[in-house]
T-cell receptor, first 114, second 116 residues
Framework: AQSVTQPDIHITVSEGASLELRCNYS??????LFWYVQSPGQGLQLLLK??????LVQGIKGFEAEFKRSQSSFNLRKPSVHWSDAAEYFC????????????FGSGTQLTVLP | GAVVSQHPSRVICKSGTSVKIECRSL??????MFWYRQFPKQSLMLMAT?????????EQGVEKDKFLINHASLTLSTLTVTSAHPEDSSFYIC????????????FGQGTRLTVV
């Protein structure tokens, strides 16, 4: 079955520390992959996306993600976290041929300590 | 980038009344829009796919008579929560795909519905 998993429900890091948020998917082919950020009470903002090509993708706000086919993963990274990065992060997947727009992971809540 | 506007951002209504939420694509025509529901501390769950000029496609378990969707034009889809109950209180988000930009989806700001 097609699925998206974000193993970490909540992550806490100190400001200035590096960050990695995990995302795994289950699918027989390569889907389209997205990372979104949601601030409290707000909609979703696209951070980055992967369709094909270079497996290391650069996004907005200093984020990047790496697609690893062998691990069926698309982990989000940032070398130095800022307090304003505290938010909920969602990995989303578009499975080819699916009638649905996007399948979302359960989300990871990021807390940034001063 | 493409912009999707959702209105209102927050609404409080009494039980038994109906509430309409609008989703507009501001700089592109969207033949398809999507409505999601998000419970506190949870992910987004697709409720229905709104198709311009035809009936919406509802996900399993979503009551089509309670959540009426109308996609009357290429830039506007509306979700009406009919006879609202407190359990309908939730965060509702719409999205649309710009047909010029591939499979990227743009999201509205969301609507916080509270039924009292």
């Amino acid at each position: 079955a097609q699925s998206v998993t974000q193993p970490d429900i909540h992550i806490t890091v100190s400001e200035g520390a590096s960050l990695e948020l995990r995302c795994n998917y289950s699918y027989g082919a390569t889907p389209y992959l997205f990372w979104y950020v949601q601030s409290p009470g707000q909609g979703l903002q696209l951070l980055l996306k992967y369709f094909s090509g270079d497996t290391l993708v650069q996004g907005i706000k200093g984020f990047e993600a790496e697609f690893k086919r062998s691990q069926s993963s698309f982990n989000l990274r940032k070398p130095s976290v800022h307090w304003s990065d505290a938010a909920e992060y969602f990995c989303a997947v578009k499975f080819s041929g699916s009638a649905r727009q996007l399948t979302f992971g359960s989300g990871t809540q990021l807390t940034v300590l001063p | 980038g493409a912009v999707v506007s959702q209105h209102p951002s927050r609404v409080i209504c009494k039980s038994g009344t109906s509430v309409k939420i609008e989703c507009r694509s501001l700089d592109f025509q969207a033949t398809t829009m999507f409505w999601y529901r998000q419970f506190p501390k949870q992910s987004l769950m697709l409720m229905a796919t709104s198709n311009e000029g035809s009936k919406a496609t509802y996900e399993q378990g979503v009551e089509k008579d309670k959540f009426l969707i109308n996609h009357a034009s290429l830039t506007l889809s509306t979700l009406t929560v009919t006879s609202a109950h407190p359990e309908d209180s939730s965060f509702y988000i719409c999205s649309a795909r710009d047909p010029r930009g591939g499979t990227e989806a743009f999201f509205g700001q969301g609507t916080r519905l509270t039924v009292v």
